[in-house]
């Protein structure tokens, strides 16, 4: 219960509470444009309804992101000063033009569009969403910059007169290829996100609430569930690519995430392996020949290096030290990514299969469809958690270690508050969100103004029942 030790741990919580909202934030952000344009081109009804059914659902997500997302800040200068001394002319870069301009862009458009309903030309007000839903995009991956420069850094020059890090090429950190390969499988998972999210909304309301909009809501269903299959695809193909990348860059965290410990030359997939506690024995190993060689390398042949003969390598480059991360954390939070990604994937190929002509799901779609939101959520935290533990102990890869971006002045006492009020603080947003979220979703698709337009509501509805 040391400083480092509270300070990662309330790190982890706050950074894990506040992705849940990112992904849906990405994703809801496009969905709801791609509705707003559906009504714009054809006047249908239907579509403005939906536009503000799912435009709800991507405000309260990103209000309270946007929240959660304050504190991250902070704490890079209250429990990682040292940190922030030593690399923030270089990691602080992205995200201060994350704060200028990206966000900047996107609160601003998105304040267009919340207040623009009857105020602003339709073609205009169409088109403030999608700056808006662009501006989050440009948002994430400027955060995912600076995180993909802690995984492989570049750009740099540490100034040992100075003690620290300097930024020498902005351009080579803001095109880092992990920093582009990670924003693509980000996307990928938010687009599965919130289809998961539109999908099991729809699904509910349509085998909770029969004959009240089946119409928009089978419409709904199969949308969410169709994004949700081609995202799926995409999260596979992009992984896949991140994979290999990770295996040039990164090659301890593969390993781990692997259990792999000993160099193989092809090396086999590991389905499911379980040791005894002592870890002397193995009492389930099930793996696929020369798979691992082909996602690590692209070769089925390929060689895989393992934990032991990396610790050495480690130890020769970096000096004496445990460079080894916690491997069966990395090695299950890898397995349950891709299980709950899969299980999401399934989950909507049942639903189009079971909408077939016209047809009704069957009652256990409800509970079908109470779960699929939830397990892309599980797929990204497992994920974020498989990326930063699998890093471990470094906190810049090959450059600065955990244990010495801690803040000095720190105390066990200090952080341990901290760690308390956040949780307790994020336990009540969850509350609240979930509330806000139920209500919305129990009340179905508000009614549209006569004119199927928003012209002439009311000024203290704003469109959206604020």
Do not use: C
Request: net charge neutral; hydrophobic share 50%.
């Amino acid at each position: 219960m040391d400083p480092l030790m509270l300070s990662r741990w309330q790190f982890g919580i706050t950074t894990v509470y506040h992705f849940f909202f990112v992904p849906l934030t990405l994703g809801l952000a496009w969905i709801t444009a791609g509705f707003h344009l559906a009504w714009y081109r054809t006047g249908k009804e239907q579509y403005l309804r939906l536009t503000r059914f799912v435009g709800e659902l991507f405000l309260i997500n990103f209000a309270i992101g946007v929240v959660t997302g304050l504190v991250q800040e902070f704490q890079f200068g209250m429990n990682w000063s040292s940190y922030s001394r030593f690399v923030g002319d270089i990691f602080g870069a992205p995200l201060a033009i994350e704060g200028l301009l990206a966000f900047f862009l996107e609160s601003t458009f998105l304040g267009l569009w919340i207040f623009g309903w009857g105020r602003l030309p339709k073609g205009v007000h169409v088109a403030t969403i999608w700056i808006a839903a662009l501006g989050t995009a440009l948002s994430a991956y400027l955060i995912l910059a600076a995180n993909a420069w802690m995984q492989h850094p570049v750009g740099y020059e540490v100034n040992t007169a100075a003690g620290r890090a300097e930024l020498k090429d902005f351009l080579a950190v803001a095109t880092n290829d992990t920093a582009v390969i990670t924003f693509v499988h980000v996307m990928a998972a938010a687009f599965l996100t919130a289809g998961a999210l539109v999908a099991g909304v729809a699904m509910w309301r349509l085998v909770s609430h029969p004959g009240k909009d089946d119409g928009a809501f089978r419409a709904t269903a199969k949308v969410g569930s169709v994004i949700l299959l081609i995202a799926g695809l995409a999260v596979a193909v992009t992984g896949d690519m991140q994979g290999k990348l990770m295996t040039a860059e990164q090659p301890m965290k593969i390993a781990a995430g692997e259990a792999l410990m000993n160099t193989e030359q092809p090396a086999a997939f590991s389905l499911i392996t379980i040791k005894s506690l002592d870890g002397t024995q193995t009492l389930v190993d099930i793996r696929i020949p020369n798979v691992l060689s082909f996602l690590a390398t692209g070769n089925f042949n390929g060689k895989v290096q393992g934990v032991n003969d990396l610790q050495a390598q480690y130890q020769q480059t970096y000096g004496p030290g445990d460079y080894v991360p916690n491997i069966p954390v990395t090695y299950w939070t890898f397995r349950l990514m891709i299980g709950a990604g899969t299980l999401a994937a399934l989950a909507a190929a049942w639903f189009l299969f079971r909408m077939r002509k016209g047809k009704l799901p069957t009652k256990g779609a409800v509970t079908v469809a109470l779960a699929l939101p939830f397990l892309p959520l599980a797929a990204n935290s497992f994920g974020w958690l498989f990326t930063e533990i699998g890093r471990q102990p470094w906190i810049v890869f090959g450059l600065m270690q955990t244990s010495a971006g801690v803040s000095p002045t720190s105390t066990t006492l200090d952080v341990l508050i901290t760690v308390v009020g956040f949780t307790v603080l994020y336990g009540a947003l969850a509350v609240v969100m979930v509330g806000l979220m139920a209500r919305r979703v129990r009340d179905g698709l508000p009614e549209a103004a006569a004119d199927q337009g928003l012209e002439h509501e009311a000024e203290a509805d704003l469109g959206f029942g604020y």
